[in-house]
């Protein structure tokens, strides 16, 4: 573990991966919320735990470095489920790639309990982790300009889900109609940093929301 000094009253803590990550981002949520950590923002990243609006940085930055990491906890509440039709432009891709037919990678996308490490690139994006390492598929060698909202996409060791329309280069194989950012509702995210998730197949002709 690294802890690195951000401006005056930030902390950047750099770790060797993201169940570090995640471990971190727990465990700092933990002690903030019974009152023995005064932390402003945690913000968790693929290998980084970002600290803002830290009192005594100083101090807490040896303190974390002095500490052990404890496992990732379980999560309380339920699990998020999205409906999903297994119907991606680059579902036979992901298939060949993974030297299994494309309904075998359906079964075994579904099959996965996932948890969001950390969100980004666009408002309600999470990315799940979840899937073991062989499962990896690399990004598109040339990302769409667009990619319709409610695509399920796998890219590195990452599965997402596209809030909105936008531009990118992971691989789709599937899609949803469940509403991931609604700036009326309260969150507007449905997803957020540990949030379980699992993805629940529907008929590929049936409504996916």
Do not use: K
Request: aromatic fraction near 6%; glycine fraction near 12%; proline fraction near 11%.
């Amino acid at each position: 573990m690294r802890v690195l000094p951000a401006g005056e009253d930030a902390l950047l803590v750099e770790v060797a991966s993201g169940e570090e990550a995640q471990a971190l981002h727990a465990e700092l949520l933990r002690r903030r919320a019974e009152g023995s950590l005064r932390i402003g923002e945690i913000v968790p990243a693929a290998r980084t735990v970002l600290l803002d609006g830290v009192s005594e940085p100083a101090r807490v930055a040896a303190e974390l470095s002095a500490r052990d990491l404890p496992a990732v906890p379980p999560r309380a509440g339920g699990t998020v489920e999205i409906p999903v039709r297994y119907d991606g432009p680059d579902l036979a891709e992901v298939a060949a790639h993974w030297g299994v037919s494309p309904g075998e990678v359906a079964r075994i996308h579904a099959g996965t309990e996932f948890r969001v490490a950390f969100c980004g690139f666009a408002p309600g994006f999470g990315y799940l982790t979840g899937l073991p390492p062989r499962y990896d598929v690399p990004r598109r060698p040339t990302p769409r300009t667009a990619v319709p909202a409610g695509s399920v996409a796998l890219a590195g060791p990452y599965t997402g889900v596209y809030p909105r329309s936008s531009p990118g280069g992971w691989q789709l194989i599937g899609t949803t109609g469940l509403v991931l950012w609604d700036h009326t509702r309260v969150p507007a995210a449905l997803l957020s940093p540990g949030t379980r998730v699992r993805f629940v197949p529907v008929a590929t002709t049936g409504p996916a929301a």
